[in-house]
């Protein structure tokens, strides 16, 4: 399939990066700004532009944990390999993108 018989750059862009590569940052810098944005409006507009970061986030933590953790490591035996193993940087990235996702997550009281 080609990328320019797609509608639009959005699919072309997605189309490119192969299982969101570069799309978790994307969308993580795009919610970071949405976010910075509505830093000072009312408590329902903050929540209401967490979104982006929230899809961001999940992103890259399912590319850390099920890419590298699950697939690279389980099903491709990475953990065997002595210049290879990159398990440990996996799930250090895949803990700091958990913990800043759950307290994205938080509703402030």
């Not at 590298?68 to 440990?88: K, V």
Request: positive net charge.
């Amino acid at each position: 399939m080609a990328c320019h018989r797609l509608a639009g750059p959005t699919p072309c862009l997605l189309y490119r990066d192969h299982l969101g590569r570069g799309n978790d940052r994307f969308l993580c810098w795009v919610g970071a700004a949405r976010l910075y944005k509505v830093v000072h409006q009312d408590e329902p507009a903050f929540h209401r532009a967490k979104g982006m970061a929230i899809t961001g986030l999940t992103l890259g933590f399912c590319l850390w944990f099920l890419g590298f953790i699950g697939i690279g490591g389980e099903w491709f035996l990475m953990w065997q390999s002595e210049q290879w193993n990159a398990q440990q940087s996996a799930f250090r990235i895949a803990i700091l993108i958990g913990l800043v996702l759950l307290f994205l997550c938080l509703r402030d009281p």
